[in-house]
Nanobody, 120 residues
Framework: EVQLAESGGGLVQAGESLRLSCAAS????????IGWFRQAPGKAREGISC????????HYFDSVKGRFTISEDIAKNTVYLQMNSLKPEDTAVYYC?????????????WGQGTQVTVSS
């Protein structure tokens, strides 16, 4: 029943922007918090965002802070990752997942991933 599907990846030049989408089905945002991860070839999975339930805020990890922003369309049950000022080191497969709470263990549900490639 629970499914997540990312889209919007592609090839861009350094300094350009992309917006990724994560379409959720089988649950609503009041049940699970959605977060984002990425994984570059040969490297460990890296967190992009997580949700702090105690104060209902989104935390961004240092590597993307100030450049990436998460938003949501409640009616469409879709979460977006706006990526600005992209750098070659942002090249990775990007995943959305749920639930993602700061300090928690691995999420139960994952999307299939979407490739983002940033050329120099």
């Amino acid at each position: 029943e629970v499914q997540l599907a990312e889209s919007g990846g592609g090839l861009v030049q350094a300094g350009e922007s992309l917006r990724l989408s994560c379409a959720a089905s089988g649950f609503t945002f009041d049940e699970y918090a959605i977060g984002w991860f990425r994984q570059a070839p040969g490297k460990a999975r890296e967190g992009i965002s997580c949700f702090v339930s105690t104060n209902q805020t989104t935390h961004y990890f240092d590597s993307v802070k100030g450049r990436f922003t998460i938003s949501e369309d409640i009616a469409k049950n879709t979460v977006y990752l706006q990526m600005n000022s992209l750098k070659p080191e942002d090249t990775a497969v990007y995943y959305c997942a749920a639930p993602v709470y700061c300090g928690s263990s691995s999420p139960w549900y994952w999307g299939q991933g979407t490739q983002v490639t940033v050329s120099s």
